[in-house]
C-alpha cells in the first residue's frame, strides 16, 4: 500500500476491521510497519494516533522493524505531550524487550515519575509501573526501590486497574528477589 494512500486512510476515523487488515498486510509485507511508524509523527494527531493504534496491534514476531526503534519510540514518550500517544508508545515498548546493556537511565526516571503522578491517566501509570519493572529487574538494588516506590502507592485509592498492575508488580518483583 502507497504511503499516500496509507496517510488518507489514517486520517479519518478506523475500525477494528480495517487495523486487523493492516496488521495481517504486515505479515506479508514488512516495509508496512516501517510506513506505519513514519506516520506515527505526522503532523496531523489523527494520522500518527491511528498508525499507533495499529502498531499496538501488531504482532511483534512480524514487526521486528519496531524492534530497531527501540531508542526512538523511547525518545518519542519522554518527549510526548498527548497522552493518548504516550499511551500507545508506552504499550509497544511494553512488548519489547529490554536488555540490560541498553537500559536508559532517563526512561527509568520518567516511568518512576509517571506511576505516582496522580496527574497522569490510571493506564500511563500502570504502563509506566510495568515498564519501570522490565527496566529495573536486571539490578536487585533497583528492585527494592521500586518495590519502596510502590508500597507508597499502597496507601493511594487506586482504581481497579492500577490495583491490578500494582500486584501483579509487586508479585513479579518479590519472586525475582526470592530467585537471587
Not at 496488521?23 to 503532523?43: A, Q, W
Not at 496527574?119 to 509501573?129: N, S
Request: glycine share 4%; with cysteine.
Amino acid at each position: 500500500m502507497p504511503s499516500t494512500e496509507l496517510r488518507t486512510s489514517l486520517a479519518s476515523r478506523i475500525q477494528m476491521g480495517y487495523v486487523r487488515e493492516l496488521c495481517n498486510l504486515c505479515v506479508s509485507d514488512p516495509n508496512l510497519t516501517g510506513t506505519l511508524y513514519e506516520l506515527t509523527s505526522d503532523t496531523q494527531k489523527r494520522v500518527a494516533v491511528n498508525a499507533l493504534w495499529v502498531l499496538t496491534h501488531v504482532n511483534l514476531g512480524d514487526a521486528k522493524q519496531l524492534l530497531v526503534k527501540h531508542d526512538d519510540l523511547i525518545d518519542k514518550a519522554l518527549a510526548e505531550n498527548i497522552e493518548s500517544k504516550l499511551r500507545m508508545e508506552l504499550q509497544i515498548l511494553l512488548t519489547q524487550p529490554f536488555d540490560k546493556e541498553t537500559i536508559r537511565p532517563e526512561f527509568i526516571d520518567f516511568c518512576l515519575e509517571n506511576m505516582v503522578n496522580q496527574g497522569q491517566p490510571y493506564a500511563i501509570r500502570a504502563l509506566c509501573m510495568k515498564l519501570a519493572y522490565e527496566q529495573m529487574a536486571h539490578y536487585p538494588e533497583m528492585l527494592c526501590e521500586l518495590r519502596n516506590m510502590l508500597e507508597m502507592l499502597s496507601g493511594e485509592e487506586l482504581s481497579p486497574g492500577l490495583m491490578s498492575a500494582w500486584k501483579r508488580t509487586m508479585t513479579l518483583i518479590e519472586k525475582k528477589l526470592k530467585a537471587i
